[in-house]
Every structure is written in structure tokens, then in C-alpha cells.
């Protein structure tokens, strides 16, 4: 490991402490800009899940006080719509940069390949460059894996010109994502396994019409139950429609998609559900669809934990998000069998709750050097 500054020394143990902590996405978002804000400093930040398929902001997770204002004009108007394609965030994902400085000078747009700094002089890329930002100091821009599929994405803004960011800034970033890219995707998987299990997910497709303008048209009952379910998981509103839609319309609309439709897949209480974009006509109309979407099983039961065939099971339609009805019934046993599995369960693995067993779970799984 390089040598770090007492700062970096500090952010870097606070984030891995943040591993076997139970936190919700949202809160670890919050907790993770305040770590990294002691060795990067910024004036502005915002951290976004992404969709790994299609790279798609699917859930904000974290923003500065400083940004919270501007999030919503963002999402809407700029995201995705920037003068520089090659530099959107999609683009620098798929192009495999971990971190990168976007500045006014290609000189000072730190850890950016050059054929991308050099496609336009250093004027046009200064016209471009503030055409979208006024963050005089730069942006930083971050990108975390899992598992190698891209899961998060963050920037941080510096309003003065006089503090601009620094390779050092860039270097810190590649170092701790790995660890960051860990446990976003850990809390995300075991936000899901602590879904309402009673909740009954909902199985019709929902759609909206939104105008060229960007007003809501019409909108099926389906879908209002879905944006109503959007907003449970704590998406911001961005005129009374989740950032996840705008986020959608935002990749139809700036072509990412080659099919002619963008899609996002976002969590809700009850479940993950498909957020489809495409064009209604040729006046730059766009309807949504919302749709349920079935979430892969997930990982197997650690090696190292001792436990019975039967009580490996229980575990894992625990982690799934299932009642102990439910999982009585699957397993065609009494609800008093299941609780005895669980007595069971929790003192060989030293926990007391059904809370602190998928904790463990999902930093076994996702952290295992973590948390020993």
C-alpha cells in the first residue's frame, strides 16, 4: 500500500469501519462523503448507485449540503446532457477510469487518457468545459466496482480556482475504491433481504407519458404505485417523479442506449423494478414503463459457518426477505420449527436478532477480510 497522510490514514480506516455497521444505503452515502471530505476536501458532492448494466443513476445515496439545492435542476437538465460525450459518467465507466479531475485545461485534468484530453483544443475544451460546470476548481469524478460490475458513482466540486484537485486526490480515490465499491454493494444487497417480506410485490406494468417539455401527460394507477414505492426507497422527487425516471430519460434522450429505450433497475420496498424509457412519436414525447423485475438469488451461506442443511436453508430465505411464514411454508414445517432454527442459527454464529444475522451475512459474503 503506498504511504498515506495521517488524513488518508484516517479516511481510509474510518471507511473500513464502516463495514460491519447495519447502516442503510442512504445513511453509509452520508457517512462515506464525510470520511472521504477529511483527505478531499470539496465545496459540493453527490453519490449515486448506478445500474451495472446499463450505468444509469438508479438511487442517490449520498449530497452535500452544498449540492442539495442544485440535485434535482441536475438530474433533470444536465445529467448525461454535457458538452464533452466522452466524459459523461457512462462513458468513463465504460472506458474502466476508477477517478478522474475534469478542469478547464486538459493539462490539469488529472488521470484523463490523453486521447480524451486532446480531442479538442485547449479552447474548445475550456468553452465546454464551463458550459456545463462552475466549479472553477475542478470535479472530481469516482467510479466503484463490486464484483467487477460498476455499482456507484460519485462526484466532488471545488468552486475556487486558487484550490483546484491534485493528482494526490485522484490516487486516494483508486486506492479506497475497492473497499467503497464492497460495501455500497453489501448494504444495497441487504437493503433488499430487509424488505417489508410481507409486503406483496406488485405484478402489473405501470406507464407515465411525460410532454416534449417534460410534463406529466398520463399515468396509469400501475405506475403511480410504483413512483409511490420509488419514493418509499428514499429516491429524491425531481417534479413529483423519482430521480430514477428523469435518470432514464436522461440516457434515451442523450442516446445511450442502442436499441432505441434506456433502462434502469431500482429497489423499492417491495422489490426491484424496471424503469424503461422510450419515444412516443416525433415531437419528443416519452413514455415510461415501470415493471417488476425478479432480483437473483444471492450468494451462498459462507463455508466457515456450521450449520445444519436445514438451518442453511432457513438462512438463506432469510436473506431473501422471507417471514417465517413464508419460510415455513416453503419448507413445509411448523412457524415453531423455523423459530428453533433461528435459536440455533444465532448461537452458532453469536448474533441476536434476524437484523444482525443478515448483517453478518452480507459482510461475510461481500467483506470477509473486513470484519475479522
Aim: aromatic fraction near 8%.
Amino acid at each position: 500500500m503506498p504511504r498515506l497522510s495521517r488524513t488518508q490514514e484516517l479516511t481510509r480506516q474510518q471507511i473500513v469501519q464502516l463495514a460491519p455497521s447495519g447502516l442503510s444505503p442512504n445513511q453509509l452515502g452520508e457517512r462515506l462523503l464525510a470520511a472521504i471530505e477529511l483527505a478531499v476536501a470539496f465545496d459540493g458532492a453527490q453519490l449515486y448507485a448506478v445500474d451495472p448494466t446499463t450505468l444509469l443513476f438508479n438511487r442517490l445515496l449520498g449530497v452535500s449540503a452544498g449540492m442539495q439545492p442544485h440535485i434535482h435542476w441536475y438530474v433533470r437538465n444536465l445529467y448525461l446532457n454535457e458538452p464533452l460525450a466522452d466524459l459523461t459518467h457512462p462513458n468513463l465507466m465504460r472506458a474502466g477510469l476508477t477517478a478522474v479531475v475534469l478542469h478547464d485545461r486538459p493539462e490539469t485534468s488529472w488521470g484523463l487518457p490523453s486521447h480524451l484530453a486532446n480531442q479538442f483544443s485547449a479552447p474548445e475544451y475550456y468553452r465546454a468545459y464551463h458550459t456545463f460546470t462552475g466549479a472553477d476548481g475542478g470535479v472530481l469524478r469516482a467510479f466503484f466496482q463490486a464484483d467487477g460490475l460498476w455499482i456507484a458513482a460519485l462526484d466532488l466540486a471545488r468552486f475556487d480556482a486558487h484550490r483546484p484537485f491534485r493528482p494526490a486526490d485522484v490516487a486516494f480515490l483508486r486506492l479506497i475504491a475497492p473497499t467503497i465499491g464492497r460495501l455500497i454493494r453489501a448494504v444495497l444487497d441487504r437493503d433488499g433481504a430487509l424488505s417489508n417480506a410481507t409486503t406483496v410485490t406488485p405484478d402489473a406494468c405501470g406507464v407515465l407519458v411525460l410532454a416534449p417539455n417534460g410534463s406529466l401527460r398520463s399515468c396509469t394507477p400501475a405506475a403511480e404505485n410504483w413512483i409511490n414505492l420509488l419514493q418509499d426507497a428514499g429516491e429524491s422527487q425531481v417534479d413529483h417523479l423519482p430521480s430514477v425516471i428523469w435518470s432514464a430519460i436522461a440516457g434515451l434522450r442523450a442516446g445511450e442506449p442502442l436499441s432505441g429505450q434506456a433502462q434502469v433497475w431500482a429497489s423499492t420496498r417491495s422489490g426491484q423494478v424496471r424503469i424503461e424509457a422510450s419515444p412516443l412519436g416525433d415531437d419528443g414525447s416519452v413514455a415510461v414503463v415501470l415493471a417488476p423485475y425478479v432480483q437473483p438469488l444471492p450468494p451462498a451461506i459462507p463455508s466457515s459457518w456450521d450449520l445444519t442443511r436445514q438451518e442453511q436453508q432457513v438462512v438463506g430465505a432469510v436473506v431473501r426477505g422471507l417471514s417465517n411464514r413464508q419460510i415455513a411454508k416453503s419448507l413445509v414445517v411448523t412457524e415453531d420449527t423455523i423459530e428453533s432454527h433461528l435459536r440455533h442459527i444465532y448461537a452458532k454464529l453469536n448474533v441476536h436478532s434476524r437484523n444482525q444475522l443478515i448483517v453478518q451475512y452480507f459482510a461475510q459474503v461481500y467483506n470477509p477480510d473486513l470484519v475479522q
